[in-house]
């Protein structure tokens, strides 16, 4: 699961930091504020790189809407959840498996939020790739496809796959994680030229090696009316990581 997402860096760090990685500038139509915590509920703007169009940057409503939910996205919305897309199964879901044969993206981040349990208690973790350059962390991107309206609005999801060891014990009762991918595969992934056994390959083995670290954060994160995009929603509760 990865339903909340953080986006701190301005566009021009964020341009500069693709630029060894998947060179891409932002759509001039692109409405990009940075942002602390972004609930996925709230179906808002992800920043995503699309397969035909690798060198530009779009926004993108969080959550997939497939052709033939087109005609109400509401009504899908009510009955379906597409912020997440398990890898496993995404070239058997109807939802999914034309993005996941055709329009296939990747998903700008600097961090994202997941729940621990303790003692039954859910307690929301802040988690980010640490940095020598950036106090906030690296950017990375997340695995993810895209669908695109009949009124041009694109809209999105987030894959995930099993938890290894470290997000394991962070997410420690779903145990899943969202797919970061290694910038050895941005380019595989956007290829229109490879096979759906390419595509589960990549899923399989294309996790980012870097290092990731993982806090804890005020339980505001999980109050209704409490305005949480704000610097403080990272910030750890304790000194020290546990993670």
Request: with cysteine; hydrophobic share 35%.
């Amino acid at each position: 699961m990865c339903y909340s997402t953080a986006l701190r860096k301005q566009k021009e760090q964020i341009e500069q930091e693709l630029l060894n990685q998947i060179p891409a500038t932002f759509s001039a139509t692109t409405n990009y504020n940075p942002y602390y915590h972004l609930n996925g509920f709230t179906y808002g703007d992800l920043q995503i790189i699309k397969m035909d169009e690798e060198h530009t940057i779009y926004s993108a409503k969080w959550g997939l809407i497939p052709d033939w939910a087109a005609h109400n996205p509401e009504i899908f919305r009510k009955k379906s959840n597409t912020l997440n897309a398990r890898s496993e199964s995404i070239f058997e879901k109807a939802s999914y498996k034309e993005s996941a044969e055709n329009k296939r993206c990747l998903i700008l981040a600097d961090g994202f939020f997941e729940p621990h349990h303790e003692n039954g208690q859910a307690i929301p973790h802040f988690c980010y790739q640490p940095s020598e350059k950036y106090s906030e962390g690296n950017m990375f991107l997340f695995a993810g496809l895209y669908n695109e309206m009949e009124d041009g609005t694109l809209t999105t999801t987030i894959l995930t796959t099993d938890a290894n060891p470290f997000f394991a014990e962070v997410h420690n009762k779903k145990k899943r994680m969202p797919l970061i991918l290694d910038e050895h595969y941005f380019e595989d992934w956007l290829d229109d030229g490879i096979t759906d056994q390419e595509v589960n390959e990549i899923m399989a083995i294309g996790f980012t090696k870097n290092e990731f670290k993982a806090h804890p954060v005020s339980r505001d994160f999980y109050k209704k009316g409490v305005d949480t995009n704000k610097p403080y929603i990272i910030e750890a509760v304790q000194k020290n990581t546990l993670f």
